[in-house]
């Protein structure tokens, strides 16, 4: 069995002229965490040897699908990375798959939601699809592979936001490790 082929993506840009997603407290941005987390991410996959292709720090369009569907097989895997926003009671962590999801996403989506918010210790929202998806995130899941997109937090909520900053470093080797783990399996 071959290994799978592993894409991140921050799904917001960390450049002002581009979009950089979601606004939260103290004028935190999707795009500027989106884009660290990701480098942290990738950094923990190093060190496990394991590579990842990544995007720059353009957000993902139909140019980026077309990247991805020249690069990964079926088998592979692209991760997006979100924050998600909305009224200020509003947290907790939620990671969304396709319409029609495959085993492997559900269970990779599973494994990933009940990891980052157990360790950062955020309300655990689940597994969703994009159906129950506020905005269309339908470019994302477009892409002939298996397609996870992970919300991490609502950065729009201060106790979210505190934790997340607090054990960023942590959840980013969690992550990694729920990805590692993921890519021998059928
Ligand atoms: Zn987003």
Known sequence: MQTRKVFISAGHSNSPNSDMGAI????LKEGDLAVELRDLIIKELKLLNQYAITDSNSYVTKDTVAIIN???????IAIDLHFNAGAEIIKGTEVLVPFKSSPFEKQLAKTL????????????????TEA??????LIFMTPNCENILIEICFITN???VAMYLFKKDVVAKVIAKCIFDSLNKN
């Open 158 to 160: 201060k106790l979210d």
């Open 70 to 76: 020249s690069i990964l097989g079926p088998r592979d």
């Open 113 to 128: 939601v009940d990891n980052i918010s157990a360790c950062l210790g955020t309300r655990n929202r689940g597994v969703k």
């Open 132 to 137: 129950d998806s506020f905005r269309g995130r």
């Open 24 to 27: 939260g407290i103290s004028g």
